[in-house]
T-cell receptor, first 116, second 112 residues
Framework: SAVISQKPSRDICQRGTSLTIQCQVDSQVTMMFWYRQQPGQSLTLIAT?????????ESGFVIDKFPISRPNLTFSTLTVSNMSPEDSSIYLC?????????????FGEGSRLTVL | GNSVTQMEGPVTLSEEAFLTINCTYTATGYPSLFWYVQYPGEGLQLLLK?????DKGSNKGFEATYRKETTSFHLEKGSVQVSDSAVYFCALRETSGSRLTFGEGTQLTVNP
């Protein structure tokens, strides 16, 4: 299994500001996924980030709002730009189960953002 | 496209009661199926999985069987504990390189 660390674990942000969330994995992984979980809701995929290429965004999510970096095989960042209260959510980083993984994703603890 | 439907929640049970959380799916291929659990204030943890038809996943007293004929993956536990109180998500993954598609989640509360 992979151990995933996210920072910050929680933050309170002001409207109009931007925040960058970091995701560190203890092993090299090809694919990293960023999910959003709005209050009381299920998880929605924001984008898939592969090292060395542009992130692939899901419908309803755009790079200007959620820029992603993937500088190497163990690290990624997600920025939530120009935040509004509607961006208050838990943001979760996840990775594949490894070379011999049988398809499950492992998740970080999440970054809980509250936008005032 | 792929989708996952879970039974409507929340679910409230007394300790030692039998639990069933229904999950059905729609997929174009032969997905792997998962149950994840989210304890209060925590991230998601894999509870169990099944990768092909008729497989049974099990963990911590929970079980789910991959039923291709009914496109279902219902979660069961014979005797729930207060510590099982959490949100449970059913999910599918079409291929090992693709995303996870989640159901709506079911909030389980177990009272002593």
């Amino acid at each position: 299994s992979a151990v995933i660390s996210q920072k910050p674990s929680r933050d309170i942000c002001q409207r109009g500001t931007s925040l960058t969330i970091q995701c560190q994995v203890d092993s090299q992984v090809t694919m990293m996924f960023w999910y959003r979980q709005q209050p009381g809701q299920s998880l929605t995929l924001i984008a898939t980030a592969n090292q060395g290429s542009e992130a692939t965004y899901e419908s309803g999510f755009v790079i200007d709002k959620f820029p992603i970096s993937r500088p190497n095989l163990t690290f990624s960042t997600l920025t939530v730009s120009n935040m509004s209260p509607e961006d208050s959510s838990i943001y979760l980083c996840s990775v594949d189960g490894g070379v011999r993984g049988t398809g499950e994703l492992f998740f970080g603890e999440g970054s809980r953002l509250t936008v005032l | 496209g792929n989708s996952v439907t879970q039974m409507e929640g929340p679910v409230t049970l007394s300790e030692e009661a039998f639990l069933t959380i229904n999950c059905t799916y729609t997929a174009t291929g032969y997905p792997s199926l998962f149950w994840y659990v989210q304890y209060p204030g925590e991230g998601l943890q894999l509870l169990l999985k099944a990768t092909k038809a008729d497989d049974k996943g099990s963990n911590k007293g929970f079980e789910a069987t991959y039923r291709k004929e009914t496109t279902s993956f219902h979660l069961e536990k014979g005797s729930v504990q207060v510590s099982d109180s959490a949100v449970y998500f059913c999910a599918l993954r079409e291929t090992s390189g693709s995303r996870l598609t989640f159901g709506e989640g079911t909030q389980l509360t177990v009272n002593p």
